[in-house]
């Protein structure tokens, strides 16, 4: 698999559901962060976490990163059809960000 | 709340032709990053620029590409002589320091090659 890898790539739930995203890495990094992008857009940065960080909250994000499992996973509760958007995880290992491939998430109202 | 923004929104240009595309990262900023995305695909790295001197950059950015910081605000990037295949959103971002710290994104440039 690529370095910051989601899965799913795409997926569809219902307004007030959660929405459960994860990524995967293969090197060390300083921090992963999760960006969102609605389409075509700019990205928007949502939650930094860093490497001695297991767990982050931001409103109605919980993020979580295992570093001895390379992952790190993206929740979003109580979704709402404004949360319909892309969403990249970037690893943080050095002068540069590497970006996963992406999980589209569509929220039906 | 600062924030990075880039200029201009959308450019059509013409093969071979040279192309600037400018960004002003958030004040106070001393990293500065150019990243391409290509319709439907991921994002990806092109340089990272620090105390006036490119630190990384990708395969990607060949001798086609530049960048440069000519004032203490503007970070431009320039496509030398574009191709079809260049044609992609481009995002510039900006972080405060090294360690840590979150980098944000300007809203791209969306480059369309013809």
């Known amino acids: 698999s690529q370095q910051g890898e989601e899965d799913p790539q795409a997926l569809s739930i219902q307004e007030g559901e959660n929405a459960t995203m994860n990524c995967s890495y293969k090197t060390s990094i300083n921090n992963l962060q999760w960006y969102r992008q609605n389409s075509g857009r700019g990205l928007v940065h949502l939650i930094l976490i860093r490497s001695n960080e297991r767990e982050k909250h931001s409103g109605r994000l919980r993020v979580t990163l295992d570093t001895s499992k390379k992952s790190s996973s993206l929740l979003i509760t109580a979704s709402r059809a404004a949360d319909t958007a892309s969403y990249f995880c970037a690893t943080d290992g050095g002068y540069k960000y590497i970006f996963g491939t992406g999980t589209r998430l569509k929220v039906l109202a | 709340e600062p924030e990075v923004t880039q200029t201009p929104s959308h450019q059509v240009t013409q093969m071979g032709q040279e192309v600037i595309l400018r960004c002003v990262p958030i004040s106070n900023h001393l990293y500065f990053y150019w990243y391409r995305q290509i319709l439907g695909q991921k994002v990806e790295f092109l340089v990272s620029?620090?105390?006036?001197?490119?630190?990384?950059k990708s395969e990607i950015f060949d001798d086609q590409f530049s960048v440069e910081r000519p004032d203490g605000s503007n970070f431009t990037l320039k496509i030398r002589s574009t191709k079809l295949e260049d044609s992609a959103m481009y995002f510039c971002?900006?972080?405060?320091?090294?360690?840590?710290?979150?980098?944000?994104f300007g809203q791209g440039t969306r480059l369309t090659v013809v």
């Open positions: 971002a900006s972080r405060g320091d090294r360690w840590n710290t979150e980098a944000f």
């Open positions: 620029f620090y105390n006036n001197e490119i630190s990384e």
